[in-house]
């Protein structure tokens, strides 16, 4: 869900692609290749079709469906229609987790508003299912809240943005005796109050559609936002993330956050909720906000990690920002504790791809010299727990626009040309890791009044040893402003928790049995829109070593967002053992070593740039324009430093408008920061 508080930049959108090919063999390739890749890629938009999944559509050219052509192990994104609903309303926000996979009964459901055309109204939840992980699906519409009417009588108005979860009872190894579980927000117009988000629904049944409980919550004088991060945990019990407004504190937008749980009562086949609160700090009067809580656990039950974005009166640092707010528990969730907040300010890596603020308001970020801060700003994430009980949190970072503590200026990030960057961040609560894994350079596509972003979406296997992230993008072949996420592909990105060895993003998008550079640009393969991946991956599945299990819809009319949307289980995303490498340098990443110190302003630039840096010993240097290739377009200096700061310029006039790299080297090593020409 898109919070109209937090108004995201506008990003540029050429994709850097990190690839295992030298940059001269990779650049050969794509100027062979791009007059043919453009030409399929209008041929197949040409077509009636486009955007449905080439599961069951061959190639130009050919009679045969991919899904024949090439066997899964190949890298083939084979796609199953699982049902549909009324609208994408179903599945329009990242937060709730629809789609739920258990290992002990290899099962899949996957929770949805009423199934299109069905009747009942597109206010009723129902679920597909899968018995075999993922390979069928029984689509057959199962309702679980059909009754819309709480326990008082009051009639609803409908629900919304469901969770899905599966309660498998102990030590069962057979699918007819578990149970699905849903939660979400319930429509209802309080006549008092008037809101129209008043209720909680919490709906379960047994797997064949049996034993239905549909029961609903409230706390009237308060707004129940959505539900999200539904997760089953160890004991059995089934867990979620929520929070609430409360309406007479003016200065707080969202408080408290709700940890919620779920425990099965075996003489009623219903579930009994529990709700903690979990409190933010207003003491110091900052006007602060949170929103989008996820709840995880580790694979043995005992550690779990509250976690939301945004800021409270904790956050007392010189330059505020919304960061993850988390709260840990040691006790299986009996109790929580309040982490210290996480400084953006100590990750240099993340530093590097963050601009400096724009305080003067000019669209055009600051000189670093004359004090201008990089303040990282958290846009949207989502969370795992390893086997080491550590927190893995896959975030969309974006930069701040200034220091303002205040509820009108602090929420929105500057609208210069920029960019979002992927992190990958691992923490104990206390000490943080942080990797960039990608970057997203496209702006938020329109479906309706609503938007298709990047989606980030996290999974680990059951035992905790693999972690995984995905999220979707659009690639073009030119630089523009307005290359829109309009034909999303689906990426994904692995980490081995053993050795912090890493599968580099995969795009699950292109042709099966193809090269990817003759499918990078998109729109030529499978288009995913909305996807969904399960809190727990398939070990050992029928495709892959590491499977993903991935549900993604397909509008019916992407002009519209009250139009039918049909949905599809994605088969064949996933890892091999033999894909795991250590984690190497990509293009436009920054190596620590190599400098101590280095700035590139003003960014985006006109006229004239500055390269500012220094070394931490005497060394001979090299400083270069690249492209996003990485090829050489000119050298710009070079000598010998000592450990002072160094500074040359140059004329930006000779360079078309675009991105480039402004690398600094010494030896082996090299710096490369980001540049924008306007």
Excluded at 106 to 123: C, D, E, K, M
Excluded at 154 to 170: F, L
Excluded at 372 to 388: A, E, G, Q, W
Excluded at 418 to 443: A, C, M, P
């Amino acid at each position: 869900m898109k919070f109209t508080r937090l108004l995201f930049l506008l990003s540029l959108s050429l994709l850097c692609q990190s690839v295992a090919l030298a940059q001269s063999d990779l650049a050969e390739k794509y100027q062979r290749n791009l007059s043919r890749k453009g030409n399929l890629k209008i041929r197949l938009l040409e077509g009636a079709n486009p955007d449905i999944p080439l599961a069951s559509t061959p190639l130009p050219g050919s009679s045969t469906p991919l899904s024949q052509a090439v066997s899964f192990r190949e890298g083939s994104a084979y796609s199953i229609p699982i049902g549909s609903s009324y609208n994408p309303y179903s599945v329009i926000s990242e937060g709730p987790n629809p789609l739920s996979y258990h290992p002990a009964i290899n099962a899949l459901i996957f929770a949805h508003r009423q199934n299109y055309p069905h009747p009942g109204g597109s206010g009723i939840i129902s679920f597909d299912l899968s018995t075999d992980g993922g390979v069928s699906w029984d689509t057959i519409t199962r309702q679980i809240t059909p009754s819309l009417i709480t326990a008082g009588g009051t009639p609803i108005d409908g629900n919304r943005y469901p969770n899905g979860a599966i309660y498998n009872p102990t030590g069962n190894t057979d699918p007819a005796n578990a149970y699905v579980i849903s939660t979400g927000a319930a429509l209802w117009t309080d006549p008092v109050y008037g809101s129209g988000w008043g209720w909680e629904f919490v709906a379960s049944s047994k797997f064949d559609g049996s034993e239905v409980d549909e029961a609903y919550y409230t706390t009237q004088d308060s707004n129940i936002y959505l539900g999200m991060g539904m997760v089953y945990h160890p004991d059995g019990s089934i867990w979620y993330a929520n929070y609430r407004r409360e309406e007479n504190l003016s200065h707080q937008l969202y408080n408290p956050m709700i940890a919620t749980q779920l425990t099965f009562n075996s003489a009623t086949n219903s579930f009994v909720r529990t709700a903690q609160l979990l409190p933010m700090n207003y003491s110091s009067g900052v006007d602060s906000f949170a929103v989008n809580p996820r709840i995880e656990f580790s694979p043995d039950g005992q550690t779990g990690y509250f976690v939301t974005s945004g800021i409270d009166g904790d956050d007392d640092e010189i330059y505020p920002s919304v960061k993850p707010i988390i709260w840990k528990s040691t006790d299986a969730g009996a109790s929580w504790v309040k982490q210290p907040r996480v400084h953006w300010q100590e990750m240099d890596s993340l530093l590097a791809y963050t601009y400096p603020i724009d305080g003067d308001g000019d669209g055009v970020s600051d000189d670093p010299e004359a004090g201008s801060p990089r303040v990282p700003y958290l846009s949207m994430f989502d969370i795992t727990v390893d086997k080491d009980s550590r927190l893995h949190i896959f975030g969309s970072m974006v930069s701040a626009s200034d220091t303002a503590t205040n509820a009108t200026d602090f929420g929105f990030v500057w609208i210069g040309v920029g960019s979002k960057e992927l992190f990958h961040f691992i923490t104990d609560g206390q000490e943080w890791e942080h990797y960039r894994v990608d970057d997203w350079y496209n702006d938020d596509a329109p479906i309706g009044s609503e938007v298709v972003d990047e989606r980030v979406q996290a999974s680990r296997t059951s035992d905790g040893a693999y972690v995984f992230f995905t999220y979707c993008k659009s690639f073009y072949e030119e630089l523009s402003e307005d290359n829109i996420n309009s034909a999303p592909d689906i990426y994904g990105y692995a980490y081995r928790v053993e050795d912090g060895y890493i599968v580099d993003p995969k795009n699950y998008g292109w042709a099966p049995g193809t090269d990817f550079f003759d499918f990078e640009f998109t729109d030529v393969a499978v288009v995913g829109y909305f996807h969904m991946l399960a809190p727990v991956s398939i070990t050992d599945g029928e495709d892959w070593d590491y499977e993903l299990p991935i549900v993604y819809g397909i509008p019916q009319d992407v002009n519209s967002d009250l139009a039918p949307i049909d949905f599809y289980y994605l088969r064949a995303a996933g890892f091999d053992e033999g894909e795991f490498h250590e984690r190497g340098v990509m293009v436009g990443a920054k190596n620590l070593e190599a400098t101590q110190s280095f700035t590139v302003f003003p960014n985006p630039a006109k006229e004239r740039v500055f390269v500012e840096f220094s070394f931490p010993q005497p060394t001979n240097y090299r400083v270069s324009l690249l492209n996003l290739l990485g090829q050489t377009l000119t050298e710009l200096g070079r000598g010998k430093a000592d450990a002072s700061s160094q500074r040359l310029s140059f004329d930006t006039s000779q360079f078309s408008p675009g991105m480039y790299l402004v690398q600094v080297q010494a030896g082996e090593r090299a710096d490369t920061r980001k540049l924008i020409i306007r």
